[in-house]
């Protein structure tokens, strides 16, 4: 029951920016991370970038110091924001939400993907 929403993707020169947002809703119980792949073509999915609810961050090395991952756990939304983009940054980006769910005994894992939302940049 856990939807995930994405927005933000588009077409930008390269240097440019974007922001991209995934707010997840439904039965939430727990969120215990938060965070975004990519798949260009001919490449396998890749993560670009997580986040845990406590703030904790993982970033791929091919963006460091160009993307910069954050949440707003009130409203359940996690944001990418996307700096000097450049061509090979070229794919559809997939939110990705790992939580958990009230069972009868405890809880129970919880893995949603988004629609994806294709970013291109241009050569």
């Known amino acids: 029951q856990v939807e995930l929403v994405e927005s933000g993707g588009g077409l930008v020169q390269a240097g440019g920016s974007l922001r991209l947002s995934c707010a997840a809703s439904?039965?939430?119980?727990?969120?215990?991370?938060m965070g975004w792949f990519r798949q260009a073509p001919g490449k396998q999915r890749e993560l670009v970038a997580s986040i845990t609810s406590s703030g904790n961050t993982n970033i791929a090395d091919s963006v460091k110091g160009r993307f910069t991952i954050s949440r707003d756990n009130a409203k359940n939304t996690v944001y990418l924001q996307m700096n000097s983009l450049k061509p090979e940054d070229t794919a559809v980006y997939y939110c990705h939400y790992q939580g958990s769910r009230v069972v009868a005994l405890g809880t129970k894992s919880v893995e949603v993907w988004g629609q994806g939302t294709l970013v291109t940049v241009p050569s």
């Open positions: 439904g039965s939430i119980f727990s969120i215990n991370a």
